[in-house]
C-alpha cells in the first residue's frame, strides 16, 4: 500500500483554470512533505512544509498542509501552458536516524491554450 | 541554489557490461545523497540512501550487488549498475541534501540508461 497517495492522476485543463491538486501520506515520523515540479528531466523544487495551516506562496502557485487530515493541497491560478508538467508530492520521514524521502505517484497536469 | 550534477546523461550499453553513474554536489558538501529510479511515467522510486564513509543503505528489493553505490567524499557519490540487463534500462536520478537547509533535496539531471 502506497504511503503517499497523490490525487488526481491526471488532470487536464484551460489556460486561465484554477487547479488543486491532493496529497495524503501516511507514515510514522513525518518531519516535511515537499512539492516538486518534473517536466522533461530531474523535479524541481516548489514547496517544503512543515507546520499546519501555514500557506506558502509562489507566484501562482500555493501550498498548504494539514496534519491532522495529513494531507496537503497544491493550488496553481490562472494556469498557463508552462504550467503542464507531473507534480510529485514527497514526505520525509525520520526512521532510524536517517531521513527518509517517499514520492507520490503524481498528479499528471496538461494545460491546453 | 544548490547543484547537483550527474554524469552521463545518457549511456548505451551491452547487456553484461556494467556502468557506473557519477553524482556531485558543486556547491555544497552532502553528508547524504539519494539514489532513484524512475520508469517512464512512473515516479520516483528510492533505491538506496548514500551516506559519506560509510555502507550504503538499501531499499527492499534493491539488489546490493546489482547497484553498487559509493560515497567516498562529501561531494561524490557514484551508482554502478553491474552486469547489466535490458530490464535495467530506466531513468536514475540522484539527489543530495544539503546540511545548511533543512530536509532540502537537489535533484541531479538524471541519467538515461538503456541497455541493449
Known amino acids: 500500500e502506497d504511503k503517499v497517495v497523490q490525487s488526481p492522476l491526471s488532470l487536464v485543463v484551460h489556460e486561465g483554470d484554477t487547479v488543486t491538486l491532493n496529497c495524503s501520506y501516511e507514515?510514522?515520523?513525518?518531519?516535511?512533505l515537499l512539492w516538486y515540479k518534473q517536466e522533461k528531466k530531474a523535479p524541481t523544487f516548489l514547496f517544503m512544509l512543515?507546520?499546519?495551516?501555514i500557506e506558502k506562496k509562489s507566484g501562482r502557485l500555493s501550498s498548504i498542509l494539514d496534519k491532522k487530515e495529513l494531507s496537503s493541497i497544491l493550488n496553481i491560478t490562472a494556469t498557463q501552458t508552462g504550467d503542464s508538467a507531473i507534480y510529485l508530492c514527497?514526505?520525509?520521514?525520520?526512521?532510524?536516524?536517517?531521513?527518509?524521502?517517499?514520492f507520490g505517484r503524481g498528479t499528471s497536469l496538461i494545460v491546453h491554450p | 541554489g544548490a547543484v547537483v550534477s550527474q554524469h552521463p546523461s545518457r549511456v548505451i550499453c551491452k547487456s553484461g557490461t556494467s556502468v557506473k553513474i557519477e553524482c556531485r554536489s558543486l556547491?555544497?558538501?552532502?553528508?547524504?545523497m539519494f539514489w532513484y529510479r524512475q520508469f517512464p511515467k512512473q515516479s520516483l522510486m528510492l533505491m538506496a540512501t548514500?551516506?559519506?564513509?560509510?555502507?550504503?543503505?538499501?531499499e527492499q528489493g534493491v539488489e546490493k550487488d546489482k547497484f553498487l553505490i559509493n560515497h567516498a567524499s562529501l561531494t561524490l557519490s557514484t551508482l554502478t549498475v553491474t552486469s547489466a540487463h535490458p530490464e535495467d534500462s530506466s531513468f536514475y536520478i540522484c539527489?543530495?541534501?544539503?546540511?545548511?537547509?533543512?530536509?532540502?533535496?537537489?535533484f541531479g539531471p538524471g541519467t538515461r540508461l538503456t541497455v541493449t
Open positions: 512543515t507546520s499546519s495551516g
Open positions: 556547491d555544497f558538501q552532502a553528508t547524504t
Open positions: 514527497a514526505v520525509g520521514e525520520r526512521s532510524g536516524g536517517s531521513y527518509i524521502p517517499t
Open positions: 548514500s551516506n559519506e564513509g560509510s555502507k550504503a543503505t538499501y
Open positions: 507514515v510514522t515520523n513525518f518531519r516535511s
Open positions: 539527489s543530495a541534501r544539503d546540511p545548511r537547509q533543512s530536509y532540502e533535496q537537489y
